[in-house]
């Protein structure tokens, strides 16, 4: 540790890396100091310290899918190269049968552990399409956990159902739903909200469906994209937002920080932003994130899927714990043209061998499956 003590004495950030190290979390001013700072290989080598004292010389993933069960959307977010409106030739909707073929052959192949379940906001689905899923892979797949449905997803199918989404989110328990994305998050901010998803719900409404999910027993993922319009003074109110409400609830189970991917969207096409941020900058925040988050927020996500496995296993020294999912049938991504979206356990579990670290397979809720 003598020669990160060295360091952290020579940087501007030395009184917020010390105070981390101490244990105590930083305000949003000093978050604000650490987004702006430049000395992103320091940020990393505490935080990736402060991860290997929790969790060794080990990483986590899981084997899932990804059910993006529609793409017709109302919302028209400009970041989106996903959806479809209504009547579009290329829209789709999957019915219960095609979803249950989709998870049998995943089971059959990988015994997935997991069922990430996203879709567009589609006004001729109502509750009982999603009641029925999650009754179906719950009864016939009882190890497959059901991750589904952002919080604007929840907030639409409220309003579709007129009711409120603290009703729909009891529903959809009840009939299996066992945890809830953070997708939808992007930057809790409303005016960066308004230039790249006017359409979807408040920052202040995504927190209280997620407050909501926590209450009545639904854990949930935070999501942040970033590396579009926000400014540093946006991420740090996002990190503020999501540390208040994890004080308050405990129940986000991970966070998931992940880079804006520009290609084949309305942003670029009006040109809001020209090209994705790369990975020096998805390092910072996967190193800012455990700095901040560390001890509040169990786990860490690195993003391969709009990055690459080369720059998850980095992120993994940079702060980050989880590998996340094999995500076999993404589309939403996939539609940028963002590298591969579907990696093999196997390819995962190579990925972490390579670095030298052990390889924990885990299921919905971070319990341990198998070692590899
Ligand atoms: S991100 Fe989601 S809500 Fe926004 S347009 Fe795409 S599918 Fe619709």
């Known amino acids: 540790m003598s020669q990160i003590t060295e360091q952290i004495h020579s940087s501007q950030i030395s009184d917020i890396l010390e105070k981390i190290i101490a244990g105590n979390r930083p305000n949003k001013s000093e978050?604000?100091?650490?987004?702006?700072?430049?000395?992103?290989?320091?940020?990393?080598?505490?935080?990736?310290?402060m991860t290997q004292k929790r969790f060794g010389r080990k990483a986590s993933f899981v084997n899932n899918i990804i059910l993006n069960y529609t793409n017709v959307c109302v919302t028209d977010c400009k970041f989106c190269a996903f959806y479809r409106p209504p009547g579009d030739a290329e829209s789709y909707t999957l019915t219960l049968d095609q979803i249950k073929t989709r998870v049998q052959t995943a089971w059959d192949m990988?015994?997935?552990?997991?069922?990430?379940?996203?879709?567009?906001?589609?006004p001729a689905l109502g509750i009982e399409y999603y009641e029925d899923a999650f009754k179906m892979i719950r009864t016939k797949f009882p190890k497959i956990g059901v991750h589904g449905l952002s919080a604007s997803e929840i907030d639409m199918i409220a309003k579709v159902e007129r009711t409120?989404?603290?009703?729909?989110?009891?529903?959809?328990?009840?009939?299996?739903?066992?945890?809830?994305?953070?997708a939808g998050a992007e930057i809790l901010v409303d005016s960066v909200k308004d230039v790249i998803s006017p359409k979807k719900i408040s920052s202040a409404d995504w927190l209280r469906i997620m407050e909501e999910a926590h209450n009545i027993g639904?854990?949930?993922?935070?999501?942040?994209?970033?590396?579009?319009?926000?400014?540093?003074?946006?991420?740090?109110?996002?990190?503020?937002?999501?540390?208040?409400?994890?004080?308050?609830?405990?129940?986000?189970?991970?966070?998931?920080?992940?880079?804006?991917?520009?290609?084949?969207?309305?942003?670029?096409?009006?040109?809001?932003v020209k090209f994705g941020v790369g990975g020096m900058h998805l390092l910072k925040m996967i190193a800012i994130s455990?700095?901040?988050?560390?001890?509040?927020?169990?786990?860490?996500?690195?993003?391969?899927?709009?990055?690459?496995?080369?720059?998850?296993q980095i992120a993994l020294q940079y702060g980050a714990d989880d590998f996340g999912g094999t995500l076999i049938g993404e589309e939403v991504v996939s539609c940028t043209g963002a590298r591969s979206t579907e990696l093999t356990g196997q390819k995962i579990i190579d990925a972490i061998h390579q670095i030298g670290y052990q390889v924990e397979e885990r299921d919905n809720f971070y319990n341990l499956v198998r070692m590899h």
């Open 164 to 182: 409120s989404t603290k009703e729909i989110l009891s529903r959809l328990k009840d009939s299996g739903l066992q945890s809830i994305p953070g």
């Open 31 to 49: 978050i604000l100091r650490l987004l702006k700072s430049d000395d992103v290989h320091l940020m990393g080598l505490v935080a990736g310290n």
């Open 218 to 272: 639904l854990p949930a993922s935070a999501t942040m994209m970033y590396g579009h319009v926000e400014s540093q003074e946006d991420v740090a109110q996002h990190l503020s937002q999501i540390i208040s409400l994890q004080e308050k609830t405990n129940g986000f189970m991970a966070f998931i920080p992940w880079n804006f991917e520009p290609n084949n969207t309305l942003m670029q096409k009006e040109n809001l």
């Open 290 to 312: 455990r700095l901040v988050l560390d001890g509040l927020i169990n786990h860490i996500q690195s993003s391969w899927l709009t990055n690459g496995v080369g720059m998850a």
């Open 110 to 122: 990988f015994e997935i552990r997991q069922v990430l379940i996203q879709g567009g906001h589609n």
